[in-house]
C-alpha cells in the first residue's frame, strides 16, 4: 500500500478518487454529545471527559498525496523543521497555498469526476498529547469535526481510519492505539478528491482541517447515542417524549437507561424517572443495543422561534448493580411540523419565513469560523428581525445550531451536496449513490435532537435523480417528525418531486410567477423560496414587493434571502490599508470575481444599508390609520383634513406571541422636527390578530408648506441575547400637507442691487452686489457661483444620466454571455451611455426684461443634444437658470429621451461643490442611503451627517448613498455658510466625495481616491436597484424608461450661518 493511505484499511490504490468510498473505521453516525461521569455533572454539562487537541499543530504542505513521506506518522519522525499552524483553520488562510474562488465551474481542469489534478495540495498534520491518568482502562474516541476534503489519521504510527464530507466529524475508537505518556497523532488531509466534485458550492475553496479536534473517554459500556423527539399537540397542549437511546460494547443484560426530563425552570417535571433495559437487535453492529423511553405529558411550553422553551433530558447508563457508569445530556424542545392545505405548520400554526441563507466564512480564518463569530451571527440576525437560516449549503459547526435553538431561529439544515458543474450526472451515477445517502443520513443523525432544524435538505443545485430518492427514503423513515426540501426536484414548472422535497422552493422567481401560483396551482405543498433578493453590492430592491405579495396570497410564506454574508477576504496594500479581496485577488485560476460577495453584512458583520430595509420588512408588527370602515388612509402629499376621525390600527405579525412585551412609542414631527411625543398604552394584541385605538395625538397647525407625520416605535424592554431597549421596528404615518400657496415662478430677490452681464469672448459673467456667476460660451455650463465672496459651485449643474453601476446593474468581474445579454449594464455599455457628448442647439444670457421675467434677474438658457459618439438619437435637453440679485438660482430642466435608448441609469443633474463643505442636512428619507425600490426601511426626517460619512465602502466600489423623497439638502461649511437644493417636489439627491467615473474605474475599496470636492447630484429619477446580479431585474414602474419627457425643477440658495435651512425652503419655492 502506498504511505498516502492508512495501510491495510482500503484496497483502493487511490482512495481521494473513489467516490463509493465515504469512510473507512469511522464509528456510526451519532448526534454531537459529550460523555459525563453523572447526571448531575450531564445536567450541568460540566467536567466532560474530554481531552481538547485544538491548538498550534506541526505542519508541512507537499504537492500531492504521493509526497508524504513514508514515516511521517511515526512517533519519532523529525518534524522540527516543519511550520506550524492553527487547528481549527484553514491552511490556505495561513500562509499555505492560497484560497480560491468559483462559483459553478471547478477550480481545476479536467472536470472528470471523480478524478482530480496531479497537483493536489496536501497537508500534514502532527501533535502529541497525554492521556488523563484517570482514564486508565476507559474506551478512547477521536472525534475530527471536519476536514477539507479527505482526511487520513494516524496514532502512534498506527493507521486509524479515513474520512469525508469536511462538514461532518470523523469519529474513531482509538483505544487500542494510545497508551500511557506521549501520544502521537498525524492526519493528512488531501485538498481536491471525489468529494470535491460534490462540494462545489459558491464560496471560496479552502483547505484544512478546519474544525475542533478533541478525545473523549467513556466506558467499555457506553452511551453511542441519543436520539430525542419531542411532539406537541396544539390542540390540547400536551407534550409527547420518545428518547430512543443506543448503548455500545453491550456485553449482555442487565444494563439499564435511566432518563429524567428538566422544565425550562431546570425543576423535574417527570413523577418518576424513564427507565428501561437496551436489548441486541438482530442487524445491529456487534454489541449495539437500543432502548425507546416514552411517555406523555399533559401540559408543556411549546417551543418556537418566537418562544424558544428548552427542557433538559438526562439520560443515565447504569450497570447491572445499579451504579452509574455514563450521562449525558440534551436539550429539547416540544413542537411539531407539518405540511397541510399549502402551508407549513408549526405547532398547528402557519409560520411565516424570514430567512437568510449562511455559509460558515471568516475573512481572516475562512471556514473556521470562532464560536463568538457564530453567537455573532445569531445575534445580528435575531436583531434584523430574521427568524430563519438555511444552512446554505452543508450541516453547520453543531455550535450553531445550539444558539439557535437557544435564541429561536428556525433552521432549514442542508446536507453537503452541491455538484453544480456536474449538475444532472452525479445525482445518476451510482458511484456517487453511497456518498448521497452517507452525507444525509450522518446530518440527520447528528442534528435531530436540535428543535431549531423544522427541515431536512437534500443539498443545493445539484439535479435531481435516483441518489436523491434514496436518500429521500431513508429520511423519511428514520425521521418522519420534520419535513423535506430540496430545490432541484421541483422542475421547472413547480410541480414535481412529491417524494423529494414537501416544499416548492424555487430560486430566485419573479413576483409576478409565485403570484400567479400562489392563484393558480393546486398543489398541496407551500412556496417558500429558497433563495431570493440576491444581496450583491447595493441591491435588495423590490423586496417590499416581494412581501406585499407574501402576505396577500396563501400559500406564499416567505423565503430566504441570498445571502448573510459577503466572502470578502481580509488584506492590506502595501500602504498599509486594509481591505475586502474576493476571487482572482490571490492568482487564483479559474475564478468568479467578487461574486463571492454578494451578503447583507459585510465580512466583519456589519450590515450593509439593505439590511435595514430586510429589517423593516420582516418585522413582525405593523400599524396604520383606517377609517370608519376599515379602510386605510394613506394621507401623504394630502392635506391634513383628509386624516380626519381616522384610528389607529397596530397588527401583530408575530406567529406565537402577542404585543404584551412591546412598548411602543411616538413622536409627530413637522418638516422632520420633532413636536409632541407619547407612549401608548399596553397592548396584548394576539398574535395574528389587530386592534383599534384612538390617535392619541393632535394633528399640529400647519404653516403652508409644511408636512406632518407620526412614526411609532416598538420597542421590547428585554431581548434574550439583545438586552435593554430592543427596537423590533418602527412605522411611520403621514399626517398630511398644509398647501402651499400657487407658485409665481418668480425669485423673491430682496433688497439687492440690480444684476449686470459682461460679456466676453470665453463666455459671460454675471454679477450683483451679492453675486457672481460665470457661464462658459461653448457648453452652457457655470464655472462659478460665487455668493458674498464664497466659491459655492465651480462647475454645473450639467445633465447626467449615468452611474457607477451596482452588481445588479452588472457584475464587471463577470463578463459571461449570459450576464452581457441580461444586466443593464452591458446595454447601457452598448448603447453609449457612458460616452454621451454635448451637442448644443441654442444658449442665451439675457437680462430678466428681454425674457418675460422678474425684473432684476438674468436668465440663462440653453438646449442641447446628447447623444452617444456617432448617433443621432439621444436626450434632448432644454435648460433654465434665473440668476436672482439675492444669489440664488432657480433652475428647470427638461429632458426629452428617445425611444431608441434603452432605459436609463438616471436623470438629473449634477454639480461640483469645491471643498469646505463637508456639514449635510436634508429632510429626506435617511439616515441610510435608499433608492426607489428599496425605501421602506429608511424613515421621512430631518437628518444631520457629513458628506464622508455618505460613503458606502462595497466591496467592489458602485454607486451608493442616494437619498429619496428629499425636500431640500443643504451643505455648509463648519463656519455655517452653505447652500440648500430646495424643491417643489421630492427628487433624489446625494453628497459624495466620489465622482462615478472614479467608482466605475475602481476595482477594490483600495483603489478609490477621494475628490476633496463633492460632486452634489439632484435626480428627477434613479433607476431601483432590482437583483439581476442573479435573479429578476428592477421591476419596470422603478426604472427610468425611454421614450418619455422629465422635468426637473429645484432651487439653489446660498445660506447664511443663522439661516434655518427648513425656512428657507418654504420660501424659496421655485
Not at 439632484?1018 to 419596470?1036: F, I, M, N, Y
Amino acid at each position: 500500500m502506498p504511505a498516502n493511505t492508512p495501510a491495510g484499511l482500503t484496497a483502493a490504490a487511490r482512495p481521494w478518487e473513489t467516490p463509493e468510498l465515504t469512510g473507512v473505521n469511522r464509528l456510526p453516525g451519532r448526534a454531537t454529545l459529550l460523555p459525563y461521569r453523572t447526571a448531575e455533572d450531564a445536567r450541568a454539562r460540566e467536567r466532560a471527559d474530554v481531552l481538547r487537541l485544538d491548538g498550534d499543530w506541526a505542519f508541512q504542505l507537499v504537492d500531492r498525496p504521493e509526497d508524504t513521506p513514508a514515516d511521517f506518522a511515526a512517533p519519532d519522525f523529525d518534524d522540527s523543521s516543519w511550520g506550524t499552524i492553527a487547528v481549527p483553520g484553514n491552511w490556505t488562510m495561513q500562509g499555505y497555498g492560497r484560497p480560491q474562488y468559483t462559483n459553478v465551474q471547478m477550480p481545476f481542469r479536467p472536470n472528470r469526476p471523480p478524478h482530480v489534478p496531479e497537483h493536489n495540495p496536501t497537508g500534514l498534520y502532527r501533535t502529541s498529547f497525554e492521556l488523563p491518568p484517570e482514564w486508565a482502562g476507559r474506551r478512547l474516541v477521536l472525534h475530527i469535526g471536519g476536514a477539507i476534503s479527505v482526511s487520513s489519521v494516524w496514532l502512534n504510527g498506527q493507521p486509524v481510519g479515513l474520512g469525508k464530507d469536511s462538514r461532518l466529524p470523523s469519529e474513531y475508537d482509538v483505544t487500542r492505539l494510545a497508551h500511557p505518556g506521549t501520544n502521537t497523532l498525524a492526519v493528512q488531509v488531501i485538498q481536491w478528491s471525489d468529494a470535491s466534485y460534490i462540494e462545489d458550492q459558491d464560496q471560496w475553496w479552502q483547505a484544512g482541517i478546519h474544525r475542533s479536534v478533541y478525545l473523549y473517554a467513556t466506558g467499555p459500556t457506553y452511551l453511542h447515542d441519543v436520539a430525542v423527539t419531542a411532539g406537541y399537540d396544539y390542540q390540547t397542549g400536551a407534550g409527547t417524549l420518545d428518547i430512543l437511546t443506543t448503548v455500545g460494547g453491550l456485553p449482555g443484560p442487565g444494563w439499564h437507561v435511566v432518563a429524567t426530563l428538566d422544565g425550562p425552570d431546570g425543576e423535574p417535571t417527570l413523577t418518576e424517572p424513564l427507565t428501561g433495559e437496551p436489548l441486541l437487535r438482530a442487524g445491529d453492529p456487534p454489541g449495539f443495543g437500543q432502548v425507546r423511553l416514552e411517555t406523555s405529558l399533559p401540559s408543556v411550553q411549546p417551543w418556537s422561534a418566537e418562544v424558544p422553551t428548552l427542557y433538559t433530558v438526562v439520560v443515565s447508563l447504569r450497570d447491572p448493580d445499579g451504579q452509574e457508569v455514563e450521562a449525558t445530556s440534551v436539550r429539547t424542545g416540544f413542537r411539531t411540523v407539518e405540511v397541510r392545505d399549502r402551508q407549513l405548520l408549526v405547532n398547528g400554526k402557519a409560520v411565516t419565513i424570514r430567512g437568510v441563507n449562511r455559509h460558515e466564512h471568516h475573512d481572516r480564518y475562512g471556514s473556521a469560523v470562532p464560536l463568538e463569530t457564530v453567537r455573532r451571527d445569531v445575534e445580528v440576525l435575531k436583531a434584523f428581525n430574521v427568524n430563519a437560516v438555511r444552512t446554505s449549503h452543508y450541516p453547520p459547526d453543531p455550535a450553531f445550531l445550539d444558539l439557535a435553538d437557544a435564541y429561536g431561529l428556525y433552521v432549514i439544515d442542508e446536507a453537503n451536496i452541491e455538484a453544480h458543474a456536474n449538475y444532472s450526472t452525479l445525482c445518476d451515477d451510482p458511484r456517487y449513490q453511497a456518498a448521497f445517502l452517507d452525507r444525509v443520513s450522518r446530518m440527520v443523525l447528528r442534528d435531530r435532537n436540535h428543535p431549531s432544524v423544522i427541515a431536512w435538505s437534500l443539498g443545493n443545485e445539484s439535479g435531481y435523480g435516483p441518489n436523491h430518492d434514496a436518500a429521500a427514503g431513508w429520511v423519511r423513515r428514520v425521521d418522519p417528525s420534520r419535513v423535506l426540501h430540496y430545490e432541484g426536484a421541483i422542475n421547472a414548472d413547480w410541480s414535481g418531486g412529491h417524494a423529494a422535497t414537501d416544499i416548492v422552493c424555487p430560486m430566485y422567481p419573479s413576483i409576478d410567477r409565485i403570484v400567479e401560483w400562489a392563484r393558480t396551482t393546486t398543489d398541496h405543498r407551500p412556496l417558500i423560496m429558497c433563495e431570493y433578493a440576491h444581496a450583491m453590492g447595493n441591491s435588495c430592491g423590490n423586496l417590499a414587493d416581494y412581501w406585499a405579495a407574501i402576505e396577500s396570497h396563501h400559500g406564499l410564506q416567505g423565503g430566504f434571502i441570498w445571502e448573510m454574508l459577503d466572502h470578502g477576504i481580509a488584506v492590506t496594500a502595501e500602504d498599509g490599508t486594509s481591505y475586502w479581496a474576493y476571487g482572482g485577488d490571490f492568482g487564483d485560476e479559474p475564478h468568479d470575481g467578487n461574486f463571492v460577495c454578494d451578503g447583507l453584512f459585510w465580512p466583519d458583520r456589519r450590515p450593509h444599508p439593505a439590511m435595514w430595509e430586510v429589517k423593516r420588512v420582516y418585522q413582525p408588527v405593523d400599524a396604520e390609520l383606517v377609517d370608519a370602515h376599515g379602510e386605510v388612509v394613506d394621507a401623504e402629499g394630502k392635506p391634513t383634513d383628509s386624516v380626519g376621525a381616522a384610528r389607529l390600527r397596530i397588527r401583530n405579525k408575530y406567529d406565537f406571541r402577542d404585543l404584551g412585551h412591546l412598548r411602543i412609542t411616538w413622536t409627530v414631527t413637522v418638516d422632520g422636527s420633532v413636536v409632541a411625543t407619547g407612549i401608548l398604552p399596553q397592548l396584548a394584541v394576539p398574535p395574528g390578530g389587530a386592534e383599534e385605538i384612538d390617535v392619541p395625538w393632535q394633528v399640529p397647525e400647519l404653516a403652508p408648506g409644511q408636512e406632518a407625520h407620526a412614526l411609532l416605535r416598538f420597542v421590547a424592554d428585554h431581548e434574550p441575547l439583545l438586552g435593554e431597549r430592543h427596537e423590533v421596528g418602527w412605522v411611520q404615518l403621514a399626517l398630511g400637507v398644509a398647501p402651499a400657496p400657487e407658485a409665481s415662478g418668480d425669485v423673491v430677490s430682496g433688497t439687492t442691487g440690480p444684476l449686470t452681464v459682461e460679456e466676453s469672448e470665453s463666455g459671460w459673467t454675471i454679477r450683483g452686489d451679492r453675486v457672481e456667476v460665470a457661464v462658459r460660451r461653448g457648453d452652457g455650463v457655470l464655472t462659478a457661483w460665487r455668493v458674498d465672496g464664497v466659491d459655492l459651485l465651480t462647475r454645473g449643474p450639467v445633465p447626467n444620466v449615468w452611474r457607477a453601476p451596482t452588481d445588479n446593474d452588472g457584475i464587471r468581474t463577470v463578463t459571461d454571455e449570459w450576464h452581457r445579454r441580461s444586466q443593464a449594464y452591458f446595454r447601457w455599455i452598448d448603447a453609449g451611455l457612458d460616452r454621451l457628448t454635448s451637442r448644443l442647439e441654442k444658449l442665451s444670457v439675457e437680462p430678466a426684461e428681454s425674457s418675460g421675467d422678474k425684473a432684476g434677474h438674468v436668465v440663462i438658457a440653453w438646449s442641447e443634444r446628447l447623444c452617444p459618439p456617432d448617433r443621432d438619437h439621444g436626450i434632448g435637453h432644454e435648460a433654465r437658470l434665473v440668476v436672482a440679485a439675492d444669489g440664488s438660482l432657480h433652475a428647470e430642466h427638461r429632458f426629452e429621451v428617445d425611444r431608441e435608448l434603452p432605459d436609463l441609469p438616471r436623470i438629473g443633474v449634477v454639480a461640483t461643490v469645491p471643498a469646505g463643505f463637508e456639514d449635510l442636512e436634508w429632510f429626506g428619507r435617511g439616515p441610510h442611503e435608499s433608492y426607489i425600490d428599496r425605501k421602506a426601511g429608511a424613515a421621512l426626517g430631518r437628518w444631520i451627517s457629513t458628506v464622508d460619512d455618505q460613503y458606502v465602502p462595497y466591496i467592489l466600489p458602485q454607486e451608493h448613498g442616494n437619498k429619496t423623497d428629499v425636500r431640500w439638502m443643504a451643505l455648509r461649511r463648519e463656519d455655517g455658510v452653505g447652500l440648500l437644493v430646495s424643491a417643489p417636489t421630492p427628487v433624489e439627491a446625494k453628497a459624495s466625495h466620489y465622482s462615478d467615473a472614479t467608482l466605475d474605474s475602481a476595482w477594490h475599496t483600495v483603489d478609490l481616491v477621494r475628490d476633496e470636492v463633492t460632486h452634489l447630484f439632484v435626480d428627477v429619477r434613479q433607476r431601483g436597484l432590482g437583483g439581476a446580479s442573479c435573479g429578476p431585474d428592477t421591476l419596470e414602474r422603478y426604472r427610468v424608461p425611454s421614450g418619455t419627457t422629465y422635468e426637473l425643477r429645484y432651487r439653489l440658495v446660498p445660506l447664511r450661518p443663522e439661516d434655518d435651512p427648513a425656512v428657507v425652503h418654504r420660501a424659496a419655492r421655485p
